[in-house]
């Protein structure tokens, strides 16, 4: 099974910085690739599919590049309401796996 | 608006049997794949399983395959999920999860959640 990878696991940046969360696949996977929000206590939100696509709703400071095996999300502009767990998930094939979460916090 | 409302969720003993119901509301459930999805205590999210619209076709992952089943009544727009011997280790937040949609033929990450239901099993 191809694995997911995330890193940091956690990471602190004060208002207003650019942060950069990275995933990578033990294979290649296209572009079938998704990340999750999740502040606490709340459910997962989606933000980006297919590595680039931007879900509607979700503000234009949150971006995704990457294929094949590497992956970037990135916060343009990091704002308190950020503060929250952030997932990738690999979909091309099952099983749909997560990678292990990276925790962002506030400086 | 989607909706989708776990119940079924409780304590149950190791070895023991559950239960979970998703109700869908707000979309058309019948054209759409589902999951669900576990996140124990403080840890990341783990996908379970999915079926595909009709219900013809499912997978797991490993950790529960042999041991839940999932299923849906589409006249109901119900999503279950069967969940027998359980262990200490599936204790966890059960999500049902919609199958997003993009213009793409692999459209399976998730774009609407439910609150959850808490599972926990312990003696």
């Known amino acids: 099974d191809i694995q997911m990878t995330q890193s940091p696991s956690s990471l602190s940046a004060s208002v207003g910085d650019r942060v950069t969360i990275t995933c990578r696949a033990s294979?290649?996977?296209?572009?079938?690739l998704a990340w999750y929000q999740q502040k606490p206590g709340t459910v997962p939100n989606l933000l980006i599919y297919?590595?680039?696509t931007l879900q509607s709703g979700v503000p234009s400071r949150f971006s995704g590049s990457g294929s094949g095996t590497d992956f970037t999300l990135t916060i343009s502009s990091l704002q308190p309401e950020d503060v929250a767990t952030y997932y990738c998930?690999?979909?091309?094939?099952?099983?749909?796996?997560f990678g292990g979460g990276t925790k962002v916090e506030i400086k | 608006e989607v909706q989708l409302l776990e119940s079924g969720g409780g304590l149950v003993q190791p070895g023991g049997s559950l239960r979970l119901s998703c109700a869908a509301s707000?979309?058309?459930?019948?054209?759409?794949?589902m999951n669900w999805v576990r996140q124990a205590p403080g840890k990341g999210l783990e996908w379970v399983s999915i079926?595909?619209?009709?219900?013809?076709?499912?997978y797991y992952a490993d950790s529960v395959k042999g041991r839940f089943t999932i299923s849906r009544d589409n006249s109901k727009n119900t999503l279950y999920l069967q969940m027998n011997s359980l262990r200490a280790e599936d204790t966890a937040i059960y999500y049902c999860?919609?199958?997003?949609?993009?213009?793409?033929?692999?459209?399976?990450?998730?774009?609407?959640w439910g609150q959850g239901t808490l599972v926990t099993v312990s003696s």
């Open positions: 707000g979309f058309t459930f019948s054209s759409y794949a």
């Open positions: 079926i595909n619209y009709s219900g013809a076709n499912t």
């Open positions: 998930q690999k979909y091309n094939s099952d099983p749909l796996t």
């Open positions: 999860a919609k199958r997003g949609d993009c213009s793409g033929t692999t459209c399976l990450f998730f774009d609407y």
């Open positions: 297919a590595a680039s």
């Open positions: 294979q290649a996977i296209s572009n079938y």
